[in-house]
């Protein structure tokens, strides 16, 4: 059976949740790929997109290779236009409009409402992400020792990424 | 101010080279800095207040910011033609670089010692998204009612499985009207 129209739903779908980035819509993107459709496990969920931070360019591409695991190239392409399409069709006309909305006073309103719950679902995400990638007490040294250096020296997370996989390797 | 900014000039091709060497260089995140540098000062495509609004209607609306300023700068340079330009541009190489790790996590992810980096692969990500979300928090929170805000977001999610949507649309709409437009003088 065809999972191509059940790909598009679920990325179209988690698409719109994608409010200050990709790690808003992590919770739904677990429960849609792994407990609904079973597309792949969460340690292997988790894995790809702590890899797709290594690499360069919008940091959700990672949702290539579930496309590409599930229905093959064509998969592959299919999640891209469902995941960026409703967005980038959104973002076009809104930018259209801004310009005339000049001083509409909700504006503001808007933006100044959006911050804190895109923090909020920022943090959601983090967490059931966590859940999984953090189990003891080597995991969390990582992610403490990435936390801290993150915010006390100005230094490409990719780097400590890779350094974390060399660690990794050496330890587990 | 008087004068309207000329309209600059782009080809099609330089917009997609200029997103593409974007896409292909902007490793760890953090790809506005290296738009500002690409289309702020080394092409003069915008200047910086221009971007800066871009970059706001960009944060405003769902969507990764990196794929919303590309069409909104395409846009801006050449129309909807632009506006795809840029997309495939910046997705580009991130897109194919992600497909053949796909293909050989899919292929080895199971090697033991693969398994181990990813372990710590993960575990790293999840403090590079700490301190994501804290330098982004004491940058734009500034109001106790923002702090309630992101504790009933996460509270939402994670401890009453809400579904993201819900929490969106509910207290998106609830923190926009604590933020509603209010005579001068009488802001919470």
């Known amino acids: ?172 | 101010m008087t004068n309207p900014p000329a309209a600059p000039s782009a080809t099609l091709l330089q917009i997609f080279r200029e997103f593409l060497l974007i896409g292909a260089t902007s490793f760890g995140g953090g790809v506005v800095a290296y738009l500002r540098s690409g289309l702020v000062e080394k092409r003069g495509w915008l200047d910086d207040r221009s971007f800066v609004e871009l970059l706001s209607i960009s944060q405003s609306l769902p969507g990764l910011n990196s794929t919303n300023m590309a069409i909104l700068v395409g846009d801006r340079l050449k129309g909807t033609r632009g506006a795809l330009a840029g997309f495939v541009g910046i997705c580009l190489p991130g897109g194919i670089l992600m497909l053949l790790v796909g293909m050989l996590f899919h292929e080895h992810g199971d090697y033991p010692l693969a398994t181990a980096a990813l372990k710590g692969v993960a575990a790293a990500a999840v403090g590079l998204i700490l301190a994501t979300a804290l330098q982004l928090g004491r940058k734009s929170l500034g109001h106790v009612a923002d702090v309630v805000f992101v504790a009933v977001a996460v509270i939402g999610v994670n401890r009453f499985h809400l579904s993201v949507l819900t929490v969106l649309l509910v207290v998106g709409v609830l923190a926009t009207l604590w933020y509603r437009p209010r005579p001068a003088g009488s802001a919470p």
């Open chain 1, 1 to 172: 059976m065809s999972q191509i129209p059940a790909l598009v739903r679920v990325f179209a779908y988690l698409s719109l949740l994608t409010v200050g980035g990709g790690m808003a819509a992590f919770p739904e993107l677990k429960i849609l790929t792994v407990d609904v459709h079973h597309w792949l496990t969460f340690p292997q969920l988790i894995h790809l997109y702590s890899l797709g931070q290594m690499a360069p360019g919008p940091n959700m591409m990672m949702i290539v290779a579930i496309g590409e695991w599930v229905a093959g190239l064509l998969g592959a392409l299919v999640v891209v236009v469902a995941f960026f399409g409703p967005t980038s069709i959104l973002a076009l006309l809104v930018g259209r409009l801004w310009i005339r909305l000049g001083k509409w006073p909700w504006r503001e309103s808007i933006q100044l409402g959006l911050a804190p719950v895109s923090i909020g679902l920022l943090l959601a995400g983090c967490l059931s992400f966590a859940r999984e990638a953090v189990v003891g007490l080597e995991t969390a040294s990582i992610a403490a020792a990435t936390f801290l250096i993150l915010l006390r020296w100005k230094i490409n997370p990719a780097l400590l990424i890779l350094a974390a996989a060399v660690v990794g390797a050496l330890t587990f």
